[in-house]
Each structure stands twice: as structure tokens, then as C-alpha cells.
């Protein structure tokens, strides 16, 4: 293993705890956990989206013409893989859910599901695997076809379709195109979080990062990601305001979380190498893991407090240390290991 990769290890270890604060705290810790939690953890998942088109493109780059193929599809078939096995074990939870929500209305319930499965994810952060399945395969097609430009384009066009969809619904009341896209949108995803509109345009920046030498100094790196936080807190400011007639605009965190991965992968910490891999499959199985304590702490998830994400921190590294010693390797996709 190259060691700044001990510094992406590290720093997914990171980033998965801000994503059980995130998810466990809520508004416990008042004002000012509400702007960290909407200005630090917000970084989380796009940088865990980077991180991955970063080593998918990595693969990719140290294969052959005709190994490539056969790369993309052991890479997609892993990720159907876990999917398949977490969406097995979300299904109950989120029938559970909509059951509480929507009572005896199955028809309904059953059409949420079908589109969940196939296009939203079937439980809290399991979008997250159904959107790297879909932005690696579009990563994988138009780069084998040598239109990258075009990638790139189309990926960031998506994700100010997304920035819009999820900040500016009062923009499609006055117009006919942005209602009607807007609907389908929720008809078929829901929400921004899937692979057109946030997958594929942060693993294409990770991607973008493996095929170019780009040399950023630690240091300036560093004080990138303090400007663009800065900027973040802004943007969070200016969306508590009147200037925006009730929108809120959310750009500044793809700065923020790719200014974290230069960080990251900056780092020099030889010393480490030998808890790189633990901290890597630990990042991993608190993060798919973590939805489902809290779930099972607090269904409803109300008065979530710093005890919760304790509780929840705990169970998630002793499963962790439990699925290791079993070393079973059909039970270490729990760990992606």
C-alpha cells in the first residue's frame, strides 16, 4: 500500500463519524450543532463518492485494454453484491417505516418500495451503493468511448439539476419545464441523493484526480479547506436569510470535500500503515451499519441525544470486531472487507 493512501483511510475513519453525528445527534446540541452538522458533515458522503471514483479509476488505469472490461464488471458486480445483502436486511426497516407512515394504503407502500429498490435505495444510506453502481458505469462507458469532456459536462449539468431540485422548488411553481421535471424527478427518485444528480458527478471528480498528476502542497491544501468551510458557514448564512425568498443553495460543499480529499491523500503517515486496512473496513461498517443501531436505539429517531451516538459508535465497532473474528468470507461484505 502507497502511504497517503493511510491518509484517505484516516480520513474516511473521519468522515464515517460525522455521518453517525450527522444522523444521531440531529439538533441535540442546538444552534451550533446545527451548523456543524450542515457545514462539517456535510463533506462526508461526497468525499466517501470521491474516494471511490478515485480507486475505480485507479483500477481502471492499471489495467490493459482488455482487462478493463473484465475490471468493470468484477467492480460492479461486488457493489450488486453488497447492495443485494444490505438491501436484505433494510427491506424490514423500511417496510416498518412505511407502514407507520402510510398504514394500511400496501398498493401505495409496494410502489415505494419497487421504486426504492431499483432507483432510491431500500434503507438510509444504502442510496449511497445504488449510486456508486450507476456512476461507475457511466464513468466506465464514456470513457471507453473517449468522451470524458462530455462526462464531465453532462455530471455537473445533473448536479445543478440536483442543487435546484432539492433548494429551488418554488422555482417550478412559475415555470412549466422545471414543474414538470421536477415531478418526474420525485416519481422516479425521490430526492437529489442518487447517481445522476450526486454519484456520478463526485466519482467523476475522484476519477478526474486519478487519470491527472495534479500536485496540491499539504499545506495549501489545508488552507483551501479552511476557506471553502468559511465559505461554506457563508452559504449556510445566506441561506437563513430572505435574499434567497425561501431557497437554499448547497455548491460550496463539493469545494469543501474535494479540498478534504487533497488533505487526505497529502498526508504522510508511514506509521499507521499497519492499522490502514482496520481503519478502512471500520469506516465502511460504521457507515452501513450505523442507520440500523440508531433505527433500533430510536425508531422514531426523537431525542436523539450525545448518549445515542455513543451507544450507536459502540455497537458499530463491536459488530465490526465480531465479523472479524468469525472471518467468514461471505459475512465480510458486512465490513467490505
Not at 461507475?136 to 455530471?155: A, D, E, P, T
Not at 449556510?236 to 469545494?255: E, F, M, P
Amino acid at each position: 500500500m502507497k502511504k497517503n493512501f493511510v491518509g484517505i483511510d484516516l480520513f474516511k475513519l473521519i468522515a464515517a463519524i460525522l455521518i453517525v453525528i450527522l444522523h444521531s445527534i440531529g439538533n441535540y446540541l442546538g444552534k451550533a450543532g446545527i451548523l456543524f452538522i450542515s457545514n462539517i458533515c456535510c463533506i462526508a458522503v461526497p468525499f466517501f463518492f470521491i474516494v471511490s471514483g478515485y480507486f475505480f479509476g485507479r483500477g481502471l488505469q492499471q489495467k490493459t485494454n482488455n482487462e478493463r472490461k473484465n475490471y468493470f464488471k468484477k467492480y460492479e458486480k461486488k457493489l450488486i453484491k453488497m447492495y443485494i445483502v444490505w438491501s436484505l436486511i433494510g427491506i424490514p426497516f423500511m417496510v416498518r417505516a412505511y407502514l407507520n407512515i402510510y398504514g394500511n394504503n400496501y398498493s401505495y407502500i409496494f410502489l415505494l418500495m419497487i421504486r426504492n429498490i431499483f432507483f432510491t435505495g431500500t434503507f438510509g444510506i444504502y442510496w449511497y451503493i445504488l449510486a456508486m453502481i450507476g456512476g461507475s458505469i457511466l464513468i466506465y462507458y464514456f470513457s471507453s468511448k473517449n468522451r470524458l469532456k462530455l462526462m464531465y459536462i453532462l455530471s455537473f449539468i445533473f448536479f445543478i439539476f440536483g442543487v435546484l431540485y432539492s433548494g429551488f422548488q418554488g422555482m417550478a411553481e412559475n415555470n412549466i419545464v422545471l414543474s414538470c421535471l421536477f415531478k418526474l424527478t420525485w416519481i422516479i427518485f425521490a430526492c437529489e441523493r442518487n447517481f445522476l444528480m450526486v454519484g456520478w458527478f463526485y466519482m467523476g471528480i475522484g476519477y478526474y484526480f486519478s487519470t491527472h498528476e495534479i500536485k496540491i502542497k499539504l499545506s495549501y491544501s489545508i488552507v483551501l479547506f479552511i476557506l471553502f468551510t468559511g465559505l461554506k458557514f457563508g452559504e449556510s448564512y445566506l441561506n437563513s436569510t430572505d435574499i434567497l425568498d425561501g431557497n437554499t443553495i448547497s455548491i460550496v460543499q463539493a469545494l469543501q470535500a474535494v479540498s478534504y480529499f487533497l488533505i487526505a491523500i497529502n498526508l504522510k503517515l508511514n506509521c499507521m500503515q499497519r492499522i490502514s486496512k482496520i481503519m478502512r473496513e471500520l469506516s465502511s461498517t460504521i457507515y452501513f451499519t450505523h442507520f440500523l443501531f440508531i433505527d433500533i436505539i430510536n425508531q422514531n429517531q426523537v431525542g436523539n441525544t450525545v448518549i445515542t451516538f455513543i451507544q450507536v459508535m459502540l455497537l458499530c465497532v463491536v459488530f465490526y470486531f465480531i465479523i472479524k473474528k468469525i472471518n467468514n468470507e461471505k459475512l465480510n461484505i458486512l465490513i467490505n472487507a
